[in-house]
Nanobody
Framework: QVQLVESGGGLVQTGGSLRLSCAGS????????MGWFRQAPGKEREFVVAISGSSGRTFYADSVKGRFTISRDNGKNTVYLQMNNLKPEDTAVYYCGVLESGSVYYTRSYDYWGQGTQVTVSS
């Protein structure tokens, strides 16, 4: 059974930075696409960024390009999300997910999710 645990969320001021981590267990993570989504109160969960397993190809939402960077350490089964120049609209619960096949952009494609970590950006 694949399990994912996110960490690193918190409260930060506008323009600040945070680094989220997603540690996995119970699977061969080097084979999986890993993605980050976020969900703000009253809104649907939305795609943020994803990274492929072997090639490290990345996919970014337009809203975070140039500010967020995804990376992975397959030896540690961990994916990181470096978030810089944070804005109040980045406030949300951030979730990481495992994708075995399908489109990286859609929530329904992902097979496993973590419990989420709260990111709050104050203005």
């Amino acid at each position: 059974q694949v399990q994912l645990v996110e960490s690193g969320g918190g409260l930060v001021q506008t323009g600040g930075s945070l680094r989220l981590s997603c540690a996995g267990s119970g699977g061969t993570f080097s084979q999986y696409i890993m993605g980050w989504f976020r969900q703000a109160p009253g809104k649907e969960r939305e795609f943020v960024v994803a990274i492929s397993g072997s090639s490290g190809r990345t996919f970014y939402a337009d809203s975070v390009k140039g500010r967020f960077t995804i990376s992975r350490d397959n030896g540690k089964n961990t994916v990181y999300l470096q978030m810089n120049n944070l804005k109040p609209e980045d406030t949300a619960v951030y979730y990481c997910g495992v994708l075995e096949s399908g489109s990286v952009y859609y929530t329904r494609s992902y097979d496993y999710w973590g419990q989420g970590t709260q990111v709050t950006v104050s203005s």
